[in-house]
């Protein structure tokens, strides 16, 4: 089992519409969690995080955590075209001990999303 | 605030040769990161750093090398230069090991 798995895209939705992305992680020891979004060329960017159960809204972006499901998933609502890209989860998993814990980063493959007009 | 900052944005290596990939952040942050992205696949850690002078190996080190002298600077050292190591690197920060990372715009090198 992948240790973070988006769902299988490439997922299309009219302008205006909600999309929905999902995520599922296997380790229950995570602790952070995030949605990127990378446009074909760029850096991943940081759209949302969330640390604890419920959802958390920003704008049109609302992400859901349920740890004991162990699920994440993103909403975007109003898609718009400039909202195409690549959403990649992320899940973070401290490791290492001491002085040197780090946070590890793990990137589930992405989804792509594209909005059409 | 630049954010992260990394250069040069593209580079070709013969096999063989050297270069260093420079990673600077100007938000203080104490934990420093290196990826590799590899054409339709996921980010892959090659070296961390939580604070000056503290480095340790992700999960692709081999071949590159890394040093931290400063909280803002973060070089990425390739000795010899293989095809296997054409990919995009991009740098990471964040504030804390469980903070939100944020990236620079990338490096896209290309060994032939």
């Known amino acids: 089992q992948k240790e973070v798995e988006q769902n299988s895209g490439p997922l299309s939705v009219p302008e205006g519409a909600i999309a929905s992305l999902n995520c599922t992680y296997s380790?229950?020891?995570?602790?952070?969690f995030f949605w990127y979004r990378q446009y074909s060329g760029k850096s991943p960017e940081l759209i949302m995080f969330?640390?604890?159960?419920g959802d958390k809204e920003d704008g049109r972006f609302t992400a859901q955590l349920n740890k004991a499901s162990q699920y994440v998933s993103l909403l975007i609502r109003d898609s718009q075209p400039s909202d195409s890209a690549t959403y990649l989860c992320?899940?973070?998993?401290?490791?290492?001990?001491?002085?040197?814990?780090?946070?590890?980063?793990?990137f589930g493959q992405g989804t792509i999303l594209t909005v059409h007009p | 605030n630049a954010g992260v900052t990394q250069t040069p944005k593209f580079r070709i290596l013969k096999i063989g040769q050297s270069m260093t990939l420079q990673c600077t952040q100007d938000?203080?942050?104490?934990?420093m990161y290196w990826y590799r992205q590899d054409p339709g696949m996921g980010l892959k850690l090659i070296y961390y750093?939580?604070?000056?002078?503290?480095?340790d190996k992700g999960e692709v080190p081999n071949g590159y090398n890394v040093s931290r002298s400063t909280t803002e600077d973060f070089p990425l050292r390739l000795e010899l230069a293989a095809p296997s190591q054409t990919s995009v690197y991009f740098c990471?920060?964040?504030?804390?090991?469980?903070?939100?990372?944020?990236f620079g715009p990338g490096t896209r090198l290309t060994v032939t």
């Open positions: 990471a920060s964040s504030y804390g090991e469980r903070g939100e990372q944020y």
């Open positions: 380790d229950r020891g995570s602790q952070s």
């Open positions: 969330i640390y604890s159960n």
């Open positions: 992320a899940v973070t998993m401290l490791l290492g001990a001491g002085g040197t814990s780090y946070g590890k980063l793990t």
């Open positions: 938000m203080n942050h104490n934990y």
């Open positions: 750093s939580v604070g000056a002078g503290i480095t």
